[in-house]
């Protein structure tokens, strides 16, 4: 199997239109070179927050609720993505809010339009204190005709007994979508 990942740029939209294009483009591209499995990294739908504007992506609660705002319609788009390029979609991780809390969530689309996501279980402080993210659900394993998937969002990766779990549930792959900048 060919896996894309990506060393993926943030970029800042002013339309949906450019979100869409640059979503699809990145689609097209790995598809294209025969990818089955594209991982984007964590928190790459972060630039969701440029088109709540300049004031809202620049707060730290501001941005986190403008890209919950404007998740389920990149949902929308990655699940319509995978069905039209007969491609598993990792999307980026999101903070999305239930209730009162805010969980870091990756949500995963198969081409025959199965949907499913994985929250990140151990959050770093940074997550914690200053972002207010909590560990959400518990681990899944998306069976597919890939194999079966397991994820672990970024810091997740360094707790050898969630990996573990997930081996022994019958992982096959285990995706890693990060966002570390050292």
Same mark, same amino acid.
């Given at each position: 199997?060919?896996?894309? +990942?990506?060393?993926?740029? /943030?970029?800042?939209?002013? &339309?949906?239109?450019?979100? $869409? @294009? ?14 089955? *499995?594209? $991982? ?6 972060? @630039?969701? !927050? ?5 004031? !809202? ?18 949902? &929308? ?6 069905? #039209?390029?007969? $491609?598993?979609? /990792? ?10 809390? +805010? ?23 940074? #997550?914690? #204190? ?8 518990? /681990?899944?394993?998306?069976? +597919? ?5 397991? $994820? /672990? ?8 007994? *969630?990996?573990? &779990? ?5 992982? #096959? ?6 966002? +570390? @900048? !050292?």
């Amino acid at each position: 199997m060919k896996i894309a +990942t990506a060393a993926y740029p /943030l970029s800042w939209f002013e &339309t949906w239109d450019q979100y $869409v @294009e640059k979503q699809r483009k990145w689609v097209a591209d790995a598809a294209g070179q025969g990818a089955e *499995l594209l $991982v984007f990294p964590e928190y790459a739908a972060m @630039e969701l !927050a440029s088109l709540a504007g300049v004031e !809202a992506a620049g707060d730290i609660q501001g941005s986190i609720n403008a890209v919950n705002d404007r998740i389920e319609a990149s949902n &929308t788009l990655f699940s319509g993505l995978s069905s #039209e390029f007969g $491609v598993h979609i /990792l999307s980026g991780s999101a903070p999305v809010i239930e209730g009162d809390i +805010t969980f870091n969530r990756a949500a995963f689309f198969a081409p025959n339009g199965a949907e499913n996501h994985q929250d990140k279980q151990i959050m770093t402080r940074f #997550e914690r #204190e200053d972002w207010g993210i909590s560990g959400g659900s518990p /681990l899944k394993i998306f069976d +597919t005709s890939l194999g079966k998937i397991g $994820v /672990l969002i970024c810091y997740d990766s360094e707790f050898p007994l *969630l990996a573990r &779990t997930l081996a022994e549930s019958g992982a #096959e792959i285990i995706l890693v979508p990060s966002c +570390t @900048e !050292a």
